[in-house]
């Protein structure tokens, strides 16, 4: 079975810009979330889907949005780039989204990089 | 507020043994995980902890005491491959729930 999915790898913006990112969980797999790592940091978390409904959102602004779709997939989007936005973008599924599901799995990531 | 407090590096001998702590200040706790990350690589789920004691998973033990706000992640017979970052992250209520990690400790080992 594939594991989660992250498109694409790399992604050079310019400040401003925009950027969609995309996460397939693992089939079955109805929890979605998103999370930022800075090089040498822990991820920190943006946004949990679960159902297609918001779960959770972490403290980011409101340039940062995201969406679950039927299928279970997710898309994350950041407006207006800044510098300080280029990490990496890693994505989790878990089985659902109550709390006892406590073991996500997670994508490759998107390495962002804002100039 | 919720923190985690985790050392930025560990370096141990292969074949070793190392423990790897973790303190937290979270205003609901619910769980401790350990993840493992290699350099350019996605966190893996290592172990949870949702009660006191000690859990172990093969050469990896896990360890959480409430009263302590404290954990550790324990190393046995340690082999190359296990040089990577490992992160502490707690379930906190205050938090919707939601994965609230530490710096990570990057695990240096040496032949």
């Known amino acids: 079975d594939a594991g989660v999915t992250q498109s694409p790898t790399h992604l050079i913006k310019t400040r401003g810009q925009h950027v969609t990112l995309r996460c397939s969980p693992i089939?079955?797999?109805?929890?979605v979330s998103w999370y930022q790592q800075v090089l040498g940091q822990g991820p920190q978390f943006i946004f949990q889907?679960?159902?297609?409904?918001?779960?959770g959102r972490g403290n980011f602004p409101d340039r940062f949005s995201a969406r679950q779709f039927p299928n279970y997939s997710s898309e994350l989007n950041v407006n207006a780039l800044l510098l300080g936005d280029s990490a990496l973008y890693l994505c989790?599924?878990?089985?659902?989204?109550?709390?006892?599901?406590?073991?996500?799995?997670f994508g490759p990531g998107t390495r962002l990089t804002v100039t | 507020g919720q923190s985690l407090e985790q050392p930025s590096e560990v370096t141990a001998v292969e074949g070793a043994i190392v423990q790897i702590n973790c303190t937290y200040q979270?205003?609901?706790?619910?769980?401790l995980s350990w993840y493992q990350q290699h350099d350019g690589g996605a966190p893996t789920f290592l172990s949870y902890?949702?009660l006191d004691g000690l859990e172990e998973t093969g050469r990896f033990s896990s360890f959480l005491s409430r009263s302590d706000s404290y954990g550790y992640l324990l190393l046995q017979e340690l082999q190359m491959k296990d040089s990577a970052s490992y992160f502490c992250?707690?379930?906190?209520?205050?938090?919707?729930?939601?994965?609230?990690w530490g710096a990570g400790t990057k695990l240096i080992i040496k032949p």
């Open positions: 089939s079955g797999h109805k929890s």
């Open positions: 992250a707690v379930r906190d209520q205050g938090s919707n729930y939601q994965l609230i």
């Open positions: 889907y679960y159902e297609k409904e918001e779960r």
């Open positions: 902890n949702a």
């Open positions: 989790a599924s878990k089985l659902a989204g109550e709390t006892a599901a406590y073991e996500q799995y």
């Open positions: 979270t205003s609901g706790f619910y769980g």
